[in-house]
């Protein structure tokens, strides 16, 4: 069984437990290099709109694509003259890539496509060490300490990093200008939602979901999927359904996103 991937080079290891052996390339090698794109732009990730599977297919064969960054370097002539492309098609997928380069420090870490480290995994990690860097540095011993990381999950963090070309790609997509805030590790991060949980219905005026989801948690709030008892405030948009009335029925706060985005500035006032 050969060591190295044949055909990226990379180191190929098996895990404890398991018969085959992986390519530990990821970003990097060609015969994942699809999966890794449409991963990457997926909705729970960067989030690029209309990057889909025939689109991708035809970049990668016509190498307008061989890595990651590539993404961020197609312009509106490229696209436009791919076959089955109209001009309205390319512009809109040029201004996704642009609104794309707003994203989350999880989402940024969930779209690398790091064996076994899903959307939780990722969240877990960016609200432990609070910056990118951190996390690349981190030993196997300090990644231990996240909550929910065990040794599977934390060697295959380091063995994606301990890989020079998966950080260059990283680097690369920061010089492209995908940015996300951050902030202190965990202990030192304030937290002034804790204990609160909230429920999120219908379509607010400028946040998706997802991102609303995201601030709240980052503020150390639970986000739940449904009405409890336990409810402490319900985000209404338009269209709200049937949350919105069992919140009533509950005697749960209802808030819109502007209240919401007031108590994540302010905090909740005192009764």
Known sequence: MPHKCPVCGSEAVREE???????TGGLFCAAQRKEAILHFAARRAVDVDGLGDKLVEQLVDSNLIRTLPDLY?????TLAGLDRMAEKSAKNLVDALEASKKTTLPRFLFGLGIRHVGESTAKDLAKHFGKLDSIMDATEEQLLEVNDVGPVVAQSLRTFFDQPHNREVVEQLRACGLTWEEGEPAARAPKPLAGLTFVITGTLPTLSRDEAKD??????????????????????????GSK????????????DEARMLEILANGVPAA
């Not at 370097?73 to 002539?77: I, V």
């Not at 919105?244 to 808030?255: F, M, P, S």
């Open 244 to 255: 919105l009335e069992k919140a009533r029925e509950a005697g749960v706060e209802i808030i």
């Open 17 to 23: 437990g398991e018969v085959d052996y992986r390519c």
């Open 215 to 240: 601030k709240l948690e980052a503020a150390g709030a639970k986000v739940s999927g449904s009405v409890s008892k336990k409810t402490h405030y319900l985000v209404a948009g338009e269209e709200a």
């Open 73 to 77: 370097k197609l312009g509106f002539t």
